[in-house]
């Protein structure tokens, strides 16, 4: 997408943002992902993704991985207002910006994995196209950038006291992700080789590949019970009884719907932030 065929909220958005950002432009290696857990919803969001043939919101989907506040007067529909001037207050769903993540510390797993073990990587394209903003969009950030002055990656390098999973710059892709047009590759978990969602994700237009994998045993858990509680090491001792914990462990307590899918998500965050994962 060039920025002839951009729509014009989204030139919008970016002509506003790039009137507060600063810096160098952004390395054309660098990469904006999309991290998400690729075993939720029904149906799965694989499938899903592959009657859209894109990438959607939380506006246009009604489901994510974190607050589900995507809706008019809703907090994200609040952020985005101020962060974009407005240029999305009206607009339809299927037209505002998908989430992600610019990949700056070239994480196997994808820039932001607290959002799921499955990322798809964009194409270089995309980051012409996005804005971003450290910290997430949450938080009230003050620091924006563009592909064309980003300092964003020094001032989260610099922010020594953010946790591991929230050290990531935040990124908000603007126009439509095509499957088969502006996706590089769907990278998973390999705890998913030999199951339904690799089925799935070779019947999307991409590429699939693989990254290391998190692992993470239920007494090395343990260890952090402060990190987000121990009631949720308790419920990691439930659902994985053999000790270990793996996405694929986690996606398939979610959908018994015996637990609650906030207490599940705290799981995942251990295993994100504490289990092991390097490239293939």
Same mark, same amino acid.
């Given at each position: ?89 009206? /607009?339809?769903?299927?037209?505002? *910006? ?13 820039? /932001? $994995? ?20 450290? *910290? ?17 990656? /020094? ?69 952090? $019970? ?20 793996? $996405? ?14 906030? /207490? ?17």
């Amino acid at each position: 997408m060039t920025d002839a065929t951009l729509p014009e909220r989204a030139r919008r958005a970016l002509d506003h943002v790039a009137a507060r950002s600063s810096g160098p432009p952004v390395d054309p290696e660098l990469r904006v992902t999309l991290n998400f857990h690729p075993d939720r919803d029904d149906p799965p969001i694989l499938a899903a993704l592959a009657t859209a043939g894109r990438y959607r919101s939380q506006f246009a989907t009604g489901t994510g991985n974190g607050g589900l506040t995507a809706r008019p007067g809703g907090d994200r529909w609040r952020w985005e207002s101020r962060i974009f001037g407005g240029a999305y207050d009206d /607009a339809d769903p299927e037209d505002r *910006p998908v989430y992600g993540a610019l990949n700056f510390r070239h994480n196997p797993a994808g820039a /932001a $994995p607290r959002f799921g073990s499955a990322h798809f990587v964009l194409a270089a394209e995309a980051v012409g196209r996005a804005t971003f903003c450290y *910290p997430d969009s949450h938080l009230d950030p003050e620091d924006f950038g563009v592909a064309g002055a980003l300092d964003l990656i /020094a001032t989260a390098l610099a922010d020594t006291e953010a946790d591991a999973l929230d050290d990531y710059i935040e990124a908000q892709v603007h126009g439509p992700v095509g499957l088969a047009t502006d996706i590089e590759a769907l990278v998973l978990d390999p705890c998913y080789r030999g199951t339904p969602v690799e089925e799935l994700a070779h019947a999307l237009p991409c590429p699939v590949r693989w990254h290391g994998g998190f692992r993470l045993t239920v007494d090395e858990m343990a260890r952090h $019970p402060d990190y987000r509680g121990p009631e949720f090491v308790l419920l990691a001792r439930e659902i994985a009884p053999d000790g270990l914990l793996t $996405p694929r462990v986690i996606g398939e307590a979610a959908r018994t719907g015996k637990y609650d899918p906030q /207490a599940l998500k705290r799981v995942w965050h251990y295993v994100a932030r504490f289990g092991a994962y390097q490239a293939l």
